[in-house]
T-cell receptor
């Protein structure tokens, strides 16, 4: 079965711009979680969506937002980009998000210049 | 502050040696997972443990979940260069907010 697909794989943006990242989960998986990974902070939880509803949210500013569509595909948006937003953004899907492990995508490497 | 503390942060060993990495927390988790991540890729799930005291084996890897479901360990026997990577533990909440430790970066030299 197809894995988790994240697009684009690489992205370079300028400070102040906004960006939208996409994640297609494994078929049948209704939970999609987003993480930011940096060398200094490790994997930081952004938010989790389940059946089109944001169920959990991490400690990130409001510039970071997301949504989930009826087919479980998810997008995250970052507005007014800052240099510190440069990171690997990972999306993970699971059947329910509780008690089950995640399947991760390969991530989107975002560089803000 | 990491909810899950992993130790050691870095580990460099020779092929054939044994090693143990630890994952500790003051919180109780409904489940705990271990992942391995290679550069430029997402983490790959190795195991999920759910029951306190549970031990799972995956070839040369042995995973243990603490009795109180607050800590876990990963033991690798006769490490090989292919075991090199970032090992991450993650604790699951009741409603899908999985939190990760900072990881142990393992290097196995041939």
């Amino acid at each position: 079965k197809a894995g988790v697909t994240q697009t684009p794989r690489y992205l370079i943006k300028t400070r102040g711009q906004q960006v939208t990242l996409s994640c297609s989960p494994i078929s049948g998986h209704r939970s999609v979680s987003w993480y930011q990974q940096t060398p200094g902070q490790g994997l930081q939880f952004l938010f989790e969506y389940f059946s089109e509803t944001q169920r959990n949210k991490g400690n990130f500013p409001g510039r970071f937002s997301g949504r989930q569509f009826s087919n479980s595909r998810s997008e995250m948006n970052v507005s007014t980009l800052e240099l510190g937003d440069s990171a690997l953004y990972l999306c993970a899907s699971s059947i329910t998000g509780t008690g089950h492990g995640y399947t991760f995508g390969s991530g989107t490497r975002l560089t803000v210049v | 502050t990491q909810l899950l503390e992993q130790s050691p942060q870095f580990l460099s060993i020779q092929e054939g040696e044994n090693l143990t990495v630890y994952c500790n927390s003051s919180s109780v988790f409904s489940s705990l997972q271990w992942y391995r991540q290679e550069p430029g890729e997402g983490p790959v799930l190795l195991v999920t443990v759910v029951t306190g005291g549970e031990v799972k084996k995956l070839k040369r890897l042995t995973f243990q979940f603490g009795d109180a479901r607050k800590d876990s360990s990963l033991h690798i026997t006769a490490a090989q260069p292919g075991d090199t990577g970032l090992y991450l533990c993650a604790g699951g909440g009741v409603t899908g907010d999985m939190r990760f430790g900072a990881g142990t970066r393992l290097t196995v030299k041939p």
